[in-house]
């Protein structure tokens, strides 16, 4: 059991290390995209979704639990940005809200037990 315990521990601060820098790049990327504003619309929204994505890619690499909920995230904001970049318009936070609603009432998580 003590090996089992101890790969989860190397696992869950591997997860940590990850999170750290994903948040890291995460508001680098949203300052960038704040000071310049002659970056083209759609390619903030679509750094985020890379961003998100690229963390759940890296999890996965890292034999660390990657959640459904931020790859769907992710790959709402890319298709936002996508969209946004070619001037189709794609309610962004609207479908966001919406999916992150219908994630949280489906995950097993959040399921409370019979009594």
Do not use: T, Y
Request: aromatic fraction near 10%.
């Amino acid at each position: 059991m003590d090996i089992k315990k101890g790969l989860i521990e190397k696992r869950s601060a591997r997860g940590a290390r990850i999170d750290a820098v994903l948040w890291g790049l995460f508001f680098l990327w949203i300052g960038i995209v704040m000071l310049f504003q002659a970056i083209p619309p759609g390619v903030g929204s679509l750094g985020v979704g890379v961003i998100v994505l690229g963390g759940a890619g890296a999890r996965l690499i890292a034999g660390v639990s990657v959640s459904n909920f931020w790859l769907i995230i992710g790959a709402v904001f890319v298709i936002a940005g996508v969209g946004e970049f070619f001037e189709i318009d794609l309610p962004l936070l609207p479908a966001a809200l919406v999916v992150c609603g219908i994630l949280l009432l489906f995950h097993r998580k959040s399921k409370r037990r019979a009594r």
